[in-house]
């Protein structure tokens, strides 16, 4: 089974680009979907992307402005983000599951079985 483990997270001002990663070790990384999601202070976890057989699905509301990419041979997943805004501060997650499922069920997070520790991405205006 997959175990992912998230990094890049860090203090950026507004207006900053940053990339995260998710590398992932045990399984076959190439079957698994692959998704980010957040959770800022006082809220529920929101899904933010993802990325699998399927292609890519995000979430309407950062559409544009996050893109997940990742790269099979080093079994990483990555989330970039331009122009950091003050409301992406937010503990950033990676999830993976092996579920087949319609494109629009990769956003929940029920679905996911594999998650990682999260890491903390803080922006100064």
């Known amino acids: 089974q997959v175990q992912p483990v998230e990094s890049g997270g860090r203090l950026v001002q507004a207006g900053d680009s940053l990339r995260l990663s998710c590398a992932s070790s045990?399984?076959?990384?190439?079957?698994?979907?692959m998704g980010w999601f957040r959770q800022a202070p006082g809220k529920e976890r929101e899904f933010v992307a993802t990325?699998?057989?399927?292609?890519?699905y995000y979430e309407y509301s950062v559409k544009g402005r996050f893109t997940i990419s990742r790269d099979n041979a080093k079994n990483t997943v990555y989330l970039q983000r331009n122009s950091l805004r003050p409301e992406d501060p937010a503990v950033y997650y990676c999830?993976?599951?092996?579920?087949?499922?319609?494109?629009?069920?990769?956003?929940?997070?029920?679905?996911?079985?594999?998650w990682g520790q999260g890491t903390q991405v803080t922006v100064s205006s």
């Open positions: 999830a993976a599951h092996l579920r087949r499922l319609g494109v629009t069920g990769h956003r929940f997070r029920a679905n996911y079985e594999y």
């Open positions: 045990g399984g076959i990384f190439s079957d698994y979907a």
């Open positions: 990325s699998g057989w399927f292609g890519t």
